[in-house]
């Protein structure tokens, strides 16, 4: 595609960047058939082809976003299935992630939708806020349904919905050595998941050990950046970014760390891209790339270390849920459900498999109606399968699909922890199933 910016425009490096990947887009059209919103919506401004049309202007005129633009890149999910599709290699990941921090500098959004998006900045990505806002969010669910009758408070509504009803006691990982250890690995404390689902964190730690790897928490680790960045605010997200350089870069220097371990996709995708977001940043660029190189999944690791045996004929039925963040955002979204099967479960993949659920970050929260249709559509393709437990790796997911189905949500680093060893998952237990 032909780009009109001017010289003065493309010596900035970021300018620059978005330039490239425009002129990459050959129009043709084949991302629209993978986009969830084009899917749902069929308007052509809710595409990647669209939204990349709307990008391009924006930038190239250097024009005060208009709402209607800032509409269809919000409606936009990050769930880079149109990276996967794309024949030319159009980077759309860094694409959206530039105009929406454009969007962000540039357009003043009404009352709701500031207070909003402030109150997700401020809450979400810090364990301890968002724990007392979990705790709290009983008292404000009565406030639920009148929340939902008013277009502008509905992403409140959707956090009530989301909230879980239950909250677990379980803070701060700790480190977890074992004797003769082959290795040593720093696991990612992160935000949000260690809150929903401590258990994830536990059953990880050990399998890990049980693969003869010693388990690291950097101290002063903590929210990637993701939350922030897709909502494009970019300082946050770099700062956010260079904090977690700078803890495992000490990680690395002082235990010789081989890998990162990362248990939700989401987080992974943003940190093995560590290296493209503090690129010009002379202090950072090379600690930046090399925490992205050794940012694992938690699969990855798994694969490349060695699966241990399996010690339960376990045959389960499994329906897996590669979340967009590990199919798309990273390409490894196969190797979870080999590891599933090499550990002897029965494992099914959806339907429409390459469709979001609608978690994406913060979107089921800002867009509830697209993401509440997307996740429908994703139960009802799961549900299908008759599977005794989905599997997933993104803690997001597993909240979105959770709060949809009668079927037990884990983990995979669960299931295969319970395969190799560990204790099943209090979910499977019938007792435990309340939906
Ligand atoms: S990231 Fe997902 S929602 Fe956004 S344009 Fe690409 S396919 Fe569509
Ligand atoms: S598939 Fe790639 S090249 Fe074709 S329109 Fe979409 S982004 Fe552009």
């Not at 024949?87 to 990941?93: A, E, F, I, L």
């Not at 010009?280 to 690791?301: F, I, N, T």
Request: glycine residues 8%.
């Amino acid at each position: 595609m032909q780009t009109e910016f001017t010289p003065a425009q493309l010596a900035d490096p970021a300018t620059a960047g978005a330039a490239r990947i425009i002129r990459n887009c050959v129009h043709c059209g084949f991302c629209t058939a993978t986009c969830p919103t084009y899917t749902l919506l069929g308007d052509e401004l809710d595409s990647p082809r669209g939204r990349i049309y709307l990008m391009k202007q924006m930038l190239e005129t250097e024009a005060t976003p208009t709402p209607e633009v800032v509409k269809h890149i919000d409606r936009c999910l990050s769930c880079l299935s149109c990276m996967t599709t794309c024949p030319s290699g159009v980077h759309y990941m860094h694409l959206v992630d530039h105009a929406r921090a454009y969007i962000e500098q540039r357009y003043r959004r009404p009352l709701a939708q500031r207070f909003i998006r402030g109150l997700l900045a401020a809450v979400l990505p810090y364990p301890g806020r968002f724990r007392l806002a979990l705790a709290l969010a009983p008292l404000a669910r009565p406030l639920g349904p009148l929340f939902a009758r008013v277009a502008a408070l509905r992403p409140l509504a959707a956090m009530l919905t989301l909230a879980p009803r239950a909250l677990s006691t379980r803070a701060r990982g700790e480190d977890s050595r074992v004797a003769g250890a082959r290795g040593r690995v720093a696991l990612m404390q992160g935000c949000a998941e260690p809150v929903l689902r401590p258990e994830i964190r536990a059953a990880t730690v050990r399998l890990l050990n049980r693969m003869g790897l010693d388990v690291l928490f950097a101290p002063g680790e903590g929210c990637c950046g993701a939350l922030v960045h897709h909502m494009g605010r970019e300082a946050a997200a770099l700062a956010a970014a260079r904090r977690n350089v700078d803890a495992w870069t000490r990680a690395i220097e002082a235990e010789g760390i081989i890998a990162i371990v990362i248990t939700a996709s989401g987080c992974g995708t943003t940190i093995k891209d560590y290296g493209h977001m503090l690129a010009h940043d002379p202090a950072y660029a090379e600690k930046a790339a090399r925490v992205a190189a050794l940012a694992k999944d938690v699969s990855e690791v798994i694969a490349d270390q060695g699966l241990p045996l399996a010690t339960i004929a376990a045959g389960m039925r499994i329906a897996y849920h590669a979340a967009c963040s590990l199919q798309h955002g990273q390409k490894a979204g196969g190797k979870a459900a080999d590891l599933l099967r090499a550990a002897g479960f029965d494992v099914h993949t959806p339907a429409e498999a390459h469709l979001c659920c609608g978690s994406a970050g913060t979107y089921n929260i800002l867009q509830p109606e697209i993401a509440g249709e997307l996740g429908d559509r994703k139960a009802a393709r799961l549900a299908a399968l008759d599977a005794g437990a989905v599997a997933t790796g993104n803690i997001g997911c597993a909240t979105q699909i959770g709060a949809r189905l009668a079927t037990p949500v884990l983990h995979v680093a669960e299931l295969l922890d319970w395969a190799t060893g560990g204790p099943k998952p209090a979910a499977l237990d019938p007792q435990n199933q309340t939906r």
